[in-house]
């Protein structure tokens, strides 16, 4: 056994993806929605995902004590400026136009808090590269898949194969949170 049972793992984070991903590592969590605003810096996408996390992170130590807290936050980063979610379908069809093609980063910034011990933070890196993508492509993907929750649109763990001609770096990163850095940093803990 050895998992830790008098403390427990809290993800501060109501992505769907990044709740997969735990489950997937066998790891017992709650799931929490911190209530912050998130910031964007158009010109400083690490510095964007790094605050956003640690914004998260803190919110949720000020609500629950003696626990281990996990929190991210992704974003898309094309030639220099940052991909937000899009707003509406109309807005998701442009961000796929505009990546079609093309590669783009996606940057994710992973806030770790211990027990009465302010929060530490990494960031994680991959590159994806997308298929040079038809209208028809593009609207049969956003027909397929609700892009309005996903940084740029897409979801590389859902119907990805539409889009995606090829990624290097974590594939979970892209999809919003590094399996190997969750690993890094639960393990040391007795958590996995």
């Not at 993800?11 to 998130?38: H, M, Q, W, Y």
């Not at 996408?45 to 790094?50: D, E």
């Not at 030639?79 to 442009?94: D, F, L, N």
């Not at 991959?126 to 649109?153: E, Q, W």
Request: hydrophobic letters at 40%; aromatic letters at 6%; charged letters at 25%.
């Amino acid at each position: 056994m050895g998992k830790n049972t008098k403390t427990q793992l809290v993800l501060a984070s109501a992505s769907r993806r990044r709740s997969k991903i735990l489950s997937e590592l066998g790891v017992p969590f709650t799931v929490i929605n911190p209530e912050v605003d998130e910031l964007i810096h158009e010109d400083d996408p690490q510095g964007t995902v790094i605050e956003n996390a640690l914004r998260k992170n803190e919110w949720s130590r000020q609500r629950f004590k003696n626990t281990f807290i996990l929190s991210a936050d992704t974003i898309v980063e094309f030639h220099g400026r940052i991909v937000t979610k899009p707003v509406s379908a109309e807005e998701a069809s442009k961000f796929l136009r505009m990546l079609s093609g093309q590669t783009h980063r996606v940057f994710t910034g992973v806030a770790f808090s211990r027990p009465d011990f302010s929060a530490e933070a990494r960031i994680d890196i991959s590159c994806v590269t997308f298929k040079h993508l038809s209208d028809l492509m593009i609207h049969d993907y956003i027909r397929k898949v609700n892009p309005m929750d996903r940084a740029g649109a897409y979801d590389i763990d859902e119907n990805g194969d539409l889009l995606i001609e090829s990624f290097s770096g974590s594939r979970t990163n892209i999809m919003g949170l590094s399996i190997e850095t969750v690993v890094d940093l639960l393990k040391p803990e007795g958590l996995l």
